[in-house]
């Protein structure tokens, strides 16, 4: 895989674990905000990851 490539998949799994992270909270926060809450901070610790990873992809494969 490519630099290009990776940037495009990690690109797409931030997008989709924000608004799966958001629909979660919203659905889920009438009846048990805790763990709307815990799903929100869990997705926001996924996301964390692969904003890191793409800063990494970014980085290290220079071509």
């Known amino acids: 895989m490519n ?3 990776l940037t495009r998949v ?3 799994l931030i997008i989709i ?3 799966a992270s ?3 909270y919203f659905v889920m926060k009438p009846e ?3 763990m709307a809450f815990y ?3 869990c997705g926001g ?3 964390f990851n692969f904003l890191v990873s793409l800063f990494l992809v970014n980085k290290n494969l220079k071509k």
């Open 3 to 5: 630099k290009k490539t």
């Open 10 to 12: 990690l690109i797409g």
């Open 17 to 19: 674990t924000t608004i």
């Open 22 to 24: 958001v629909i979660a």
């Open 32 to 34: 048990k905000p805790w």
């Open 39 to 41: 799903m929100a901070c």
């Open 45 to 47: 610790v996924l996301v």
